[in-house]
């Protein structure tokens, strides 16, 4: 499942995984739709080619877990998400 309606599944996902350009909506308001969708949302990993001190200050202000700058190794993401994960 995509976006918000992923939360309200059986199984809710144990991670999200958001790139911030989406189409049609800012990854902001996305996240803002998953924090509404469920108080206790999944940690947010968020997908970005643009990694900035802006960026990182709006994340961490969404409560978003981390970001990680595309592109990246597969071995990374499986690594930051097992890192955020263990939290």
Excluded: N, Y
């Excluded at 599944?9 to 790139?19: N, Q």
């Excluded at 989406?22 to 998953?34: A, H, K, T, V």
Aim: charged residues 15%.
């Amino acid at each position: 499942a995509r976006g918000p309606a992923a939360l309200a599944a059986d199984t809710p996902p144990a991670v999200v995984l958001l790139d911030l350009q989406l189409p049609g909506m800012s990854g902001e308001c996305m996240i803002e739709q998953l924090h509404a969708a469920a108080p206790h949302a999944p940690p947010i990993i968020v997908l970005s080619a643009k990694r900035d001190q802006v960026l990182e200050a709006v994340a961490a202000m969404h409560g978003v877990a981390t970001v990680l700058p595309k592109p990246f190794p597969v071995d990374d993401l499986l690594c930051t998400i097992s890192h955020v994960l263990a939290r």
